[in-house]
């Protein structure tokens, strides 16, 4: 081989070495994402139906800017499956920022009632302990990086006047 081909070969080894070095980074980056959960909501209550909302708060740990793509998912009242969340709003976050999203839970309260155990007639409903599992995805420079959600808060602490949420 000539000493030009092998120059060659080498440089380019070389770029695509730190153009996955880069990406490796970039991804470390966009994990650094901390979720909370803040503001207890009743919006509507029927017999039939009862909406609540929350509000998700995503914080940018990282040094880049960053877009929620999707948000998806499960909520559960004392480790019982309540509602499927599913929202497909592009969030975006300025780095070390934070930005709020509202989730809607719609339920239908004989179902839930029935399915729980009556949770809500056997104790106070301030105690129910709301949990959330599931992932956003997060995009970036072209990548698509699911990261994974796991909240957990009484109804008691997520209606507090004083209530931090957890990043």
């Known amino acids: 081989m000539s000493k ?8 380019a080894i070389s770029v695509l070495g730190a153009v996955g070095i880069y990406l490796y980074a970039q991804y470390n980056y966009i994990k650094k994402i901390c979720f909370g959960v803040k503001g207890f909501k009743i919006k509507n209550a029927s017999p039939s139906n009862v ?4 509000d998700l708060e995503i914080k940018n740990l990282g040094n880049l800017d960053i877009a929620i793509s999707k948000i998806r998912m499960s909520a559960f ?5 309540v509602a499927d969340i599913d929202s497909s709003d592009l969030v975006n976050i300025k ?18 009632l029935s399915d729980s155990a009556n949770i ?3 104790m106070n409903y301030k ?14 420079i072209g990548l698509s990086i699911r990261v994974p959600v796991d909240l957990s808060s009484s109804i008691s602490e997520l209606i ?7 990043c």
């Open 51 to 54: 909406s609540i909302g929350l």
């Open 95 to 112: 780095p070390k920022s934070s930005s709020f999203t509202n989730i809607n839970i719609a339920l239908n309260p004989k179902q839930f």
């Open 127 to 140: 105690n129910i302990k709301l949990s959330f599992k599931g992932y956003v995805v997060v995009k970036k």
């Open 160 to 166: 507090s006047e004083d209530s931090e949420s957890s």
């Open 4 to 11: 030009s081909k092998n120059i060659l070969i080498v440089s």
């Open 77 to 81: 009242a004392n480790n019982r499956f």
């Open 120 to 122: 809500l007639s056997s």
